[in-house]
């Protein structure tokens, strides 16, 4: 079959794509379980709706505009050249366009119907992930996943802050969870993708530092990981359950990360990629699940 001869997506399909709809989900996903760890009850469930909708519509909007800004980078990667921007199907107008009508609703949602400070919490997380990550950290340095992982961990305070209209010190604890979840979650992925990132240009960590130096802070990121999961009941916010969950996950993680330092294959960092994306949404659910039991 020709290039040619390939059934192009529809518009509506290049439009959802732009908003990267799996980290979308996940991100509000984590965003949810704040706002039901944020009350002893159940939460004021309008507040969920519009919370969590707002949220979405931020996230969403922040993706388009990373799209926009890296399409040349995308064109180059195999993972990401049948993106609209990166072939040119959908123009730069557009994107914005797009992306200012999706961040206005979100801000305007948030707004009226949760409370200003959720909505500047998501609007400085999309400035956080579309302006000083994607312009400025991204293709700077080798550590921008560390640095720029603050942004990306940012969605349980934000649910946490549209139930509460405050951020305690248990939410920073979920966002500490994620933001040392990411470089090891991203590096998985660029160590089995790192001829794309050497095509890019990119200073991703396997280019810059070698497979072997990667490995190794994959490594001892996913041993701090374990730590840090621990912390929702060292400071009683979770049970025993949580903690079993958590015990046997970042075990895996570890187990995994430590598979992958002695004996690298692309196909061990692949699984490993797509076992933290499961992960993170088995350990979110099992602290909504020991929250739920500690009501009973």
């Not at 969403?60 to 926009?68: E, G, K, R, T």
């Not at 916010?237 to 046997?248: D, E, N, Q, T």
């Amino acid at each position: 079959m020709t290039t040619a001869s390939v059934p192009q997506p529809s518009l509506l399909r290049q439009y959802l794509v732009l908003t990267k709809p799996r980290v979308t989900q996940l991100a509000v996903f984590c965003a949810v379980i704040g706002m039901f760890l944020a009350t002893p009850g159940l939460p004021d469930m309008r507040l969920v709706a519009a919370g969590t909708l707002g949220i979405w519509l931020l996230a969403a909007a922040a993706f388009a505009i990373n799209c926009l800004i890296e399409q040349e980078i995308d064109a180059k990667m195999l993972r990401t050249a049948r993106r609209a921007t990166a072939r040119g199907t959908i123009s730069n107008i557009q994107v914005l366009l797009f992306s200012g009508v999706l961040g206005g609703l979100g801000m305007l949602v948030l707004y009226n119907w949760v409370n200003p400070l959720t909505m500047w919490l998501t609007f400085a997380t999309f400035i956080g992930y579309a302006v000083i990550y994607t312009i400025i950290l991204k293709p700077l340095t080798p550590q921008n996943i560390v640095i720029g992982g603050l942004s990306g961990a940012m969605p349980p305070a934000l649910g946490w802050a549209a139930i509460a209209n405050a951020v305690p010190a248990e939410a920073w604890v979920l966002v500490l969870i994620i933001f040392i979840w990411t470089p090891p979650h991203f590096w998985a992925l660029a160590l089995y993708r790192n001829h794309d990132y050497e095509k890019s240009g990119l200073p991703m960590l396997p280019v810059t530092h070698g497979k072997k130096f990667t490995l190794l802070f994959v490594l001892l990121y996913s041993l701090v990981l374990f730590a840090a999961t621990l912390l929702p009941f060292m400071v009683r916010m979770s049970g025993f359950p949580y903690l079993a969950a958590a015990v046997v996950l970042s075990g895996l993680f570890v187990w995994y990360s430590w598979r992958l330092y002695q004996d690298y294959s692309d196909e061990l960092a692949r699984k490993l990629f797509h076992y933290s994306i499961l992960y993170l949404s088995l350990l979110f659910g099992a602290l909504l699940v020991d929250h739920w039991i500690a009501l009973i």
